[in-house]
């Protein structure tokens, strides 16, 4: 999606190559280390693996070690910058699964590493793309759970293509003079191996492929003389993996949150200040929502204990830069919108007996529309959670004095759904569904100084459809 980004600014801003800043050149390099505040994997309803502050067992025994290396030089005078990092993260994890009990302390090893190029495209904003990988080692070799299933180990390895915006963001009114950092890692090749095959016998170890996924990022970076100090935030989402012997890994969802801090270590530097840039325009905003959303569930009609809840919380993380000021004279700013959405969950629960009117869309529509389903167990739970990452085009128009506007977003979404089926008795099932879709929202808000504030009404066209009631809050850089 950045990608789409640079392609729209240069046809917008017709790439006059006009400006010229002042920056450093030559190589830097730090070395640091990350304090995980919080990180939880999920199979939606099947399994969950929690550390930091989320974890059952010791909340502290989570540290990465980090390595960051940069090299900036001009090519027909602009600003280049190639850049290598590494970080290898220790965790102490817990392990809960309806079927399969509990475990704590649970030792899990995370190596990143990223090679990156790019270049500096406005006064604040600089653009970046390359290849990283992902390794995530389980060990739970020899270690049974609360209800005596077996543990072993598990590999997942992960090759992805990073799109990276990192923006100087300054906030005066905290005094930080700071640097945004948004990207988005497409996953394009995976492998996930269980190592079964101690356990003897007919066990084998188990190796599945998965092609399909996708991280996103966002950190704010700041300096206190030769220290780095970088809050950040990570989401992942995989799809179903492919089948081995009849197994397969479920979709899943990885939320991180923690602290990096590093020491700088520079090379020879020198400032420079007559590179090109290729277009002026250097307004952008970042913000959060929280969303009220109703996802849809597919059923009606719930007869006996049987109930269906398709309101949750969810959240929005924003960001844009401005394309159009005062369109045509008029006190209209068109923006370019980046979000990635989380719209909560939509929960079906029934007992034996009860019974749920599908319109078709369950399991892929194996049963057509107007089935009545009978539940055959107690405890039948079916969610759907639903994920995505949107661009859009954001109209605002100024009601004259203090600052009040109207808006509106029209764009497309790419967007995940897992609906998950389960079963007392260790059976469920999970169904993916993804695509791209349009979406819309209307609503108003006022700017303050840096800040803006509103509500939003927004429509997600994805496979069950979601309408959000939210409220956000954004900074103007």
């Known amino acids: ?12 801003f017709n790439l006059k190559l006009l400006s010229a800043q002042s920056s450093d050149l030559g190589t830097i390099h730090s070395y640091g280390l990350s304090f995980t505040g919080s990180y939880e994997y999920e199979e939606p309803d099947l399994m969950h693996l929690r550390s930091g502050l989320a974890a059952k067992g010791d909340k502290l025994q989570n540290l990465g070690f980090l390595y960051n290396f940069k090299k900036s030089r001009l090519n027909n005078e602009y600003l280049n910058e190639f850049e290598f990092d590494i970080s290898y993260q220790l965790m102490n994890q817990s392990y809960w699964s309806n079927s399969t009990g509990t475990l704590d302390d649970n030792k899990v090893r ?33 270690r049974n759970s609360t209800t005596g299933h077996y543990g072993y180990d598990r590999e997942q390895d992960y090759v992805f293509i990073p799109f990276i915006a990192e923006l100087d963001a300054p906030i005066p009114e905290l005094k930080l003079k700071g640097k945004l950092k948004l990207e988005f890692d497409h ?28 991280i996103w990022k966002v950190s704010y ?12 935030y990570e989401f992942m989402s995989v799809e179903d993996s492919t089948l081995d012997s009849g197994s397969y890994e479920p979709s899943n969802t990885t939320k991180e949150f923690g602290l ?26 970042f913000g959060i929502k929280t969303l009220h959303s109703k996802v849809e569930s597919g059923f009606y009609n719930p007869t006996g204990n049987a109930s269906i809840d398709e309101k949750d919380f969810g959240y929005a993380i924003v960001s844009g830069t401005n394309l159009i000021k005062d369109y045509n004279n008029r006190p209209i700013d068109i923006n370019l919108e980046f979000a990635f959405n989380q719209f909560g969950e939509s929960t079906t629960v029934c007992n034996n007996g009860d019974t749920l009117t599908t319109d078709g869309r369950y399991l892929r529509g194996n049963y057509s529309s107007g089935t009545v389903l009978t539940c055959n167990s107690d405890n039948n739970l079916l969610v759907i959670d639903s994920y995505s990452t949107s661009v859009g085009l954001n109209s605002k128009y100024f009601i004259p004095k203090n600052g009040v506007f109207l808006s509106a ?22 169904t993916d569904y993804s695509g791209i879709d349009n979406f819309y929202s209307i609503g108003f808000g006022m700017d303050q100084n840096n800040l803006s504030f509103g509500i939003e009404r927004s429509k997600h066209d994805m496979y069950y459809d979601a309408t959000s009631k939210s409220f956000y809050a954004r900074y103007n850089f």
Do not use: C
């Not at 492998?191 to 190796?207: E, M, R, W």
């Not at 970076?221 to 950040?232: A, G, H, N, V």
């Not at 801090?261 to 277009?279: A, P, Q, W």
């Not at 977003?409 to 999970?430: C, V, Y």
């Open 1 to 12: 999606m950045k990608l789409i980004k640079i392609l729209l600014l240069s046809l917008l």
């Open 260 to 285: 990096k801090l590093s020491k700088l270590f520079s090379g020879k530097r020198e400032i420079v200040d007559n590179f090109k840039t290729s277009f002026e325009n250097d307004e952008y905003y």
């Open 110 to 142: 995370i190596f990143n590493s990223r090679i990156l190029y790019g270049s500096q495209y406005s006064k604040k904003l600089m653009l970046k793309s390359g290849i990283g990988f992902r390794r995530l080692y389980h060990y739970w070799q020899n």
């Open 221 to 232: 970076e700041t300096k206190y003389k030769d220290f780095i100090l970088e809050p950040y």
């Open 409 to 430: 977003t029209l764009g497309i979404h790419k967007w995940d759904q897992g609906e998950t089926d389960f079963i007392p008795g260790n059976n469920f099932n999970t």
């Open 187 to 214: 996953i394009f090749s995976g492998k996930n191996t269980s190592y079964l095959a101690y356990l003897g016998g007919s066990n084998k170890d188990l190796v599945f492929t998965n092609n399909d996924g996708y």
